[in-house]
T-cell receptor, first 112, second 112 residues
Framework: DAGVIQSPRHEVTEMGQEVTLRCKPI?????LFWYRQTMMRGLELLIY????????DSGMPEDRFSAKMPNASFSTLKIQPSEPRDSAVYFC??????????FGEGSWLTVV | RKEVEQDPGPFNVPEGATVAFNCTYS??????FFWYRQDCRKEPKLLMS???SGNEDGRFTAQLNRASQYISLLIRDSKLSDSATYLC?????????????FGQGTTLQVKP
């Protein structure tokens, strides 16, 4: 069975550039989550969706970050403009209403 | 007070040792509990769910204490391959849906 699929796996970009991260959740999962992980701050929930509708975006750090889920099988996380402090690994995850959450392999972002 | 708290460790133990991790949570109405394992530069992966009556999976035993609001993970006969970060995860909504809250993780290093 296909798990959560993220792309790109690695991205290096210059400060000020737009970054778009993509995610395909596990088929049938109602919930989709975007997390960011750094050594300093650990795993942070940025935003999550239920049936394609954003439910809680209180973890989105600032207006430079935006997320969309146009359909049940696709979501994007966009950073515009990117800054060096955005360097982190970004995980997408999905789950049914009950039960555990399943993560993608992550998108490793470096902003120079 | 953090919603989910873990001792970050690190726990350094010899092979064959028994080690236990605790995790406390603040919301008494929490319904779902999980332990995840995260290897360096990898995504978190489900280790086991935690059931009210406690459950065991090979060398791993999970317990839930609702009165004191903590869950525990016991690893018996530690292997070198058990070295990882162990994350405690709690579902914070009474409806058993919605976002999961992650602890900051406990690092285990098993030494020969």
């Amino acid at each position: 069975d296909a798990g959560v699929i993220q792309s790109p796996r690695h991205e290096v970009t210059e400060m000020g550039q737009e970054v778009t991260l993509r995610c395909k959740p596990i088929s049938g999962h109602d919930y989709l989550f975007w997390y960011r992980q750094t050594m300093m701050r650990g795993l942070e929930l940025l935003i999550y969706f239920n049936n394609n509708v954003p439910i809680d975006d209180s973890g989105m750090p600032e207006d430079r970050f935006s997320a969309k889920m146009p359909n049940a099988s696709f979501s994007t996380l966009k950073i515009q403009p990117s800054e060096p402090r955005d360097s982190a690994v970004y995980f997408c995850a999905s789950r049914f209403p009950t039960g555990p959450i399943y993560f993608g392999e992550g998108s490793w972002l470096t902003v120079v | 007070r953090k919603e989910v708290e873990q001792d970050p460790g690190p726990f350094n133990v010899p092979e064959g040792a028994t080690v236990a991790f605790n995790c406390t949570y603040s919301n008494s109405a929490s319904q779902s509990f999980f332990w995840y394992r995260q290897d360096c530069r990898k995504e978190p992966k489900l280790l086991m769910s935690v059931y009210s009556s406690g459950n065991e999976d090979g060398r791993f035993t999970a317990q839930l204490n609702r009165a004191s609001q903590y869950i525990s993970l016991l690893i018996r006969d530690s292997k070198l391959s058990d070295s990882a970060t162990y994350l405690c995860v709690v579902n914070m909504k009474t409806s058993n849906t919605g976002k999961l809250i992650f602890g900051q993780g406990t690092t285990l290093q098993v030494k020969p």
